[in-house]
Every structure is written in C-alpha cells, then in structure tokens.
C-alpha cells in the first residue's frame, strides 16, 4: 500500500531532550515535507526537499534540523525541544512534479513540557 | 504567510444536505487543492483545479474557482456522516513549488 509513515504517533518530553520524528515514503516520491499545525495557524511548512541531499528551510524552520541521506527517509529532529515546539506535525511527500498533490502521513502529535 | 482563508470556520448541517466551504486567497495562483482531514489524522488530497479551469467535479465534490474574484469554493452534495472532517484549501503559486494552506473548515454532518 502507498503510504507515508511517520513514528511515533505520541511523543511527550522534556525541554532540551534531543529527539527525532521518523517519516518514511514508499511511492518513490521525489520531494519531501515537514509541517506543523497549530490551532487558528493552520499547517505551516517547517522543512522540505526536492530529492536526495537537498534540504531548505519552510516558513518556521528555528528550532529543527532535517536530513535526507536516503530518497525514501526525511527524518524531522528537534536538537533542543521547547514548549513552542508543542504541536501536530506531519510528514508529506508527492513526485517532483511542481503543484502535485501531497500525500500526508497520519501525524505526530509532540508535547513538550 | 497564509494565502487561503476557508469561510465558515465550521458549519452543522443535516445528512443529505449539500454543503459549501468557500476559499479566499491573495495572490496569483497556478492552481488550488482542497483536502479533507479527518479529526486527528492527515489530510487527504480531493480534488486540484487549476487557474485555467472553472468548475471540476470528482464524485459528489464540485469545485469552483473564480480567479478574478480570487476565491474558490467546495460543494458536497448529499452529504453523509462520513464526510465530518476539517477541510482546506491549499494554493500553488507560480514562481514557487510551495503550497500554502488556509486554516480550514470543520464540517459536522448529523445523522
């Protein structure tokens, strides 16, 4: 089945504990996303890439890192998580295609305390 | 920077009525999408209408896009309680590969 699958589901931690969201795509999509959606903002784009090895920076990239080593892999980290990091966030992905549409994981929602 | 606002922000509406959201944005586009999201979940894509086109449909969905107005707007006929969700319009420009989403429409259908 054609999915994105983001890991985990939940995660709640501390401020300044590293941590990283996984997002893996099986449908050879050549671009990559990250999101984050707060309540009255909507979804707005931390992170994306075109293809392997390229990365640039969304609307709210402060405070996360991302890497894409591999076509299929574009893992979300957060070096020192604060409390405004605390949100729904999901990993997205289509062809290279300009405008195509996206295909969305199921989401993390990250408290941070 | 947000580009597309859904208006209403929410809408109740019976099983079997029709049910319109309304996009608005601010610039020049090269198409719109709407997707649905279900509570908690991750959107879905439903339809893309570009700026060349008028009207599209996909089943019960209809989509119209008035670029001189510079609004689109999703029709759900015969709605069902399975089409309770959130639903949001994106944008693509031209010069750009970004989409950029509106802050949605929760939608609750009655049985």
């Known amino acids: 089945e054609a999915q994105v699958t983001q890991n985990p589901r939940y995660l709640i931690t501390v401020t300044g504990k590293k941590l990283t969201v996984t997002c893996s795509q099986n449908?050879?999509?050549?671009?990559m996303s990250w999101y984050r959606q707060d309540p009255g903002l909507g979804l707005r784009q931390i992170y994306y890439s075109m293809n392997v090895e390229v990365t640039d920076k969304g609307d709210v990239p402060e405070g996360y890192k991302v890497s894409r080593k591999e076509k299929r892999n574009f893992p979300l980290i957060l070096e020192s998580p604060s409390p405004n990091q605390t949100s729904l966030y999901f990993c997205?992905?289509?062809?290279?295609?300009?405008?195509?549409?996206?295909?969305f994981g199921n989401g993390t929602r990250l408290t941070v305390t | 920077s947000q580009q597309g606002e859904e208006d209403p922000q929410a809408l109740s509406i019976q099983e079997g009525e029709n049910a319109t959201m309304n996009c608005s944005y601010k610039t020049s586009i090269n198409n719109l999408q709407w997707y649905r999201q279900n509570s908690g979940r991750g959107l879905v894509h439903l339809i893309l209408?570009?700026?060349?086109?008028r009207e599209k449909h996909s089943g019960r969905l209809r989509v119209t896009l008035d670029t001189s107005k510079k609004s689109s707007s999703l029709l759900i006929t015969a709605s069902r309680a399975a089409d309770t969700a959130s639903y949001f319009c994106?944008?693509?420009?031209?010069?750009?590969?970004?989409?950029?989403f509106g802050t949605g429409t929760r939608l609750q259908v009655f049985p």
């Open positions: 994106a944008t693509g420009g031209f010069n750009t590969d970004k989409l950029i």
């Open positions: 209408i570009r700026s060349n086109e």
């Open positions: 997205a992905s289509r062809i290279g295609q300009v405008n195509s549409p996206l295909h």
């Open positions: 449908m050879n999509h050549e671009y």
